[in-house]
Structures are given as C-alpha cells and as structure tokens.
C-alpha cells in the first residue's frame, strides 16, 4: 500500500518479513525442539537483530533467562541452536553453577591472580579463545551458558551482573574478555516443585482434565516468574532481555519428542555400529513407551531414559551377541502383559540407506528373551 507525500510517494514496508537465515534457523530449531515457541520465538528474534548488525555494541547480543521444571528442555535449545548455527551441539561454553557455590571456587571460571598458589595450573573457562573458538567468516557469535544458576555463589552473582550489563569481563591474570559477540542464557528450575503440583493436580483433589490448559499455562508462567522475582535481586532482573517459561510437556509433545530420539537412535546405529541396521515400532510399541515414560516431575528426561532401558539396551544385547546382521530390519513391538519390547527380524525387508517411518502396524514378534536365544 503506498501513501501520497509532499515529496512523492512511500512505501509501506511489512515488518512482519524474517531473512532466509532467521527462517531456517526457527525451522531447524522447531525440528530439535517442542512445544517451547516462546522460547524459540526469543531465540529466533535475538538472531534476526544480530544479523542485522542492530544489537547494542556495548551489551551482549541477548540476556535470557529460562525457567521451568526439569525435563522442558531450557539446556537442550541451546545445544539445538549451537547445533544449527556451527554444527555441533557443544559450540559454546557451558558453566554449571553447581560447582561455584562457594567463592573460592571463582578461580576455577576467570583463573587465579598472579602471585596466588596454583596460578599457573589454573585455566580459566570462559576466555576470549573460548569465545572465539567457532566464529566463522559469515558468523561471529558465541553461546556462554549458565546452568541451574539459582546455585551460584555471591561471588559468581556480582561477576554475573558485571558481564550481563557492560559484556566484559577481566581474567585473574588482567586479561579482559569482549563478550559483545554473545548470547547469554541463565537455566533455572526455580518453582519447578509447584509447577508439577500444578499440572498434576497437587494433593489429588483436582486431576489435569478439570483445568482449562490456556488457565494453566498462565498459572505455569505466572508461578515460575514469581519465584525468580523472590530469589533474585531487582539489578539482575532489570539487566535481562526475556524471562521464557518452559512448560511442562504434554502428551502429544511428548509423542514428538519420542519421535525426534527415535531418529537419533536409528542415526546411532547406522553411523556408530559395524552391523548397521534398521528399525520399525509398532503402535502397540511406541504405546509402551509413551506410557513407561511419561512422568510430569521429569519431563523429556524419563521419556529418554525409558527409551534406553527398553530400546537401546536390548538392541545393545542383540549386537553384541551378533543375533542382527548388517542389512537387518527390525520390528519391534509391545504384548498385552509383558514388561518389555519383543523384537524381530523382518526378512521381507532389507537395508536401504535413508531410514524408513519408525512405526509400523503391528506384527507377531520374539520376545527380547526369545531374540536372546
């Protein structure tokens, strides 16, 4: 639409248009992740002013602050997004606050001062190196993490609030680091405890289906806020750019989920073992596993570790007592009554190079006692 001037015409412009990269980041970050848009809407928005050469050149490029129970993955999307962005999902620095609780503890993050005992054997983690370390020509942004950082000690807080606000920060030795070029992201399990009472509905009185989900989302958000508000001073609030929320995981997230780690360990096995192979779930299977790892307290986590005790176990088993041959097709399924998969060799089916669907219909199968011989 365009509006008559003094001077001629203008053009109304759509702010509402993302670049290519910013696209294709959100769309690869929402294959890694579910059921968190705000935090990736937060993640794809800081990118987009980065790109854009518009961030303030005397702060870090963004200060997010991820709250919610465990399980929601707020570790997670930022491994996904250093994944996209430098193809591998340990490209940035990760500080895990558990292990600075006490103030001593600080020479283990910026190395002692010269002159101190152990100086030299001290290296600091967060250095410009570090930082620098998986800049690319067309890409000069690191990722530093600050894990479960309600656990951080006094000292690593007033350290904190010196980086988040100038995006500097000085080394035991005097060497000063830029971190203009950096995202920050604080994880925090704050108010994760009534959150799961809330979605499971506390003391048993009110199940999850009586709550409308938009009512709870808000109680969620609003519980998960007003416990950071308690534990953290006004100064380190008012230097963030974004408080996100991650919501506990529904079931039908959870289904995505099952289906994103389901491709990782058919990858696994294609690209670590000397037999590969493939693999099929049945309805009946991918059941079983929903069921065996929903848990609201642990979120994705149970889902996870359900997956390895029932699935990469048994299949670990089966390699290694050479029951599958390279080319093998597996269908794996559940019975009505037994405690675990039961897995079989689809002999109408042989290796084909890109993974198939891992679910198939249900089929007459071995038990994993059977498959064990």
Known sequence: MATATKAGHSEELDTRQRSSKSCHFENALRQKIVGQDEAIQALVDLYQVFCAGLHSPARPVGNLLFLGPTGTGKTRIVEAAAETLFGDSRALIKVDCAEFQHSHEIAKLIGSPPGYLGHRETH??????????????????SFLLFDEIEKASDALWQLLLGILD????????NRRVNLSQTMIFMTSNLGGGDITELM??????????????????????????????????????????????????????????????????QKRILDSTTRPFQFRLTSEGRRFLLQEGTDQKYGARHLKRAIERYLVSPLARLLATAQVH?????????????????????????????????VAPSSRTLTVAEALG
């Open 200 to 265: 499971t509905g506390g003391m048993g009185f009110v199940q999850p289906l009586d709550k409308p989900a938009q009512r709870l989302d808000e109680k969620v958000e609003r519980t998960a806020i007003e416990a950071a508000r308690r534990k953290f001073s006004p100064e380190f609030i008012n230097r963030l750019d974004k408080m996100v929320v991650f919501h506990p995981l529904k079931g039908e997230e959870l289904s995505e989920v099952l289906d994103i780690e389901l491709r990782h360990v």
């Open 326 to 358: 390279p080319g093998d097709h597996l269908l794996i399924d559940h019975h009505r009554g037994e405690s675990g998969l039961s897995f079989r060799r689809d002999s109408e089916h042989r290796f084909s190079h890109v993974p198939g669907p891992l």
């Open 124 to 141: 600091p983690v967060i250095t410009q190196e570090e930082l620098d370390k998986h800049h690319t020509e067309q890409l000069k942004l």
């Open 166 to 173: 100038k995006a500097t920060l000085t080394l035991g030795d």
